[in-house]
């Protein structure tokens, strides 16, 4: 499989850094080696979601209960959660760390992928979502780090877009 397990398994450990402790997920490609270990340990909760805006609904539980948790997903699943994120996460002031597969953008071999690489970017900024895109190993657990810092102590979503570079293991 071309998806990096190696860097899958930094941005695994950048999450327990963090005291993440809950993880809510789809079946992606580029997620599937993080997803996995998610599952074999016995220290994270997976959830797996029907629909990514499930995920909102997770991580404002898990914070009213003092649980860190970040949602997986692709960027056409944080468009599919577009009115949880904003008709809850932001209304209630939600701590919510999204780590997002960057589909769509530069380097793009699937057609149907490409729609959602234009306006992610866009949308996360048109929505005021503070974001970084995660594209060199030797910073991904310090970018977590400051991701999950700056979604706490605003009381906000963010975003860390994970990009093929990253991600993808050629």
């Known amino acids: 499989m071309p998806v990096s397990l190696e860097n899958s398994k930094l941005i695994y450990r950048g999450l327990k850094g963090c005291g993440i402790r809950l993880l809510s997920a789809l079946p992606e490609t580029w997620l599937v080696h993080l997803i996995q270990i998610a599952e074999d340990d016995p220290e994270m909760r997976l959830v797996r979601l029907a ?3 499930e995920g909102v609904g997770l991580s404002a539980g898990a914070h009213f209960a003092g649980v860190k948790s970040a949602m997986l997903m692709q960027n056409h699943g944080f468009l599919a959660a577009i009115n949880g994120i904003v008709s809850f996460a932001h209304l209630y002031k939600i701590p919510l760390l999204m780590l997002v597969s960057y589909r769509g953008s530069f380097g793009e071999r699937d057609p149907w992928q490409t729609q959602g690489g234009n306006v992610t970017e866009p949308l996360l900024r048109a929505m005021n979502i503070p974001y970084s895109c995660l594209d060199a190993s030797a910073s991904v657990e310090k970018r977590i780090a400051q ?6 102590s605003s009381l906000q979503p963010v975003a860390l877009l994970l990009t093929r570079d990253l991600m993808w293991g050629e």
């Open 51 to 53: 629909k990514e805006e």
């Open 147 to 152: 991701a999950h810092t700056l979604a706490e």
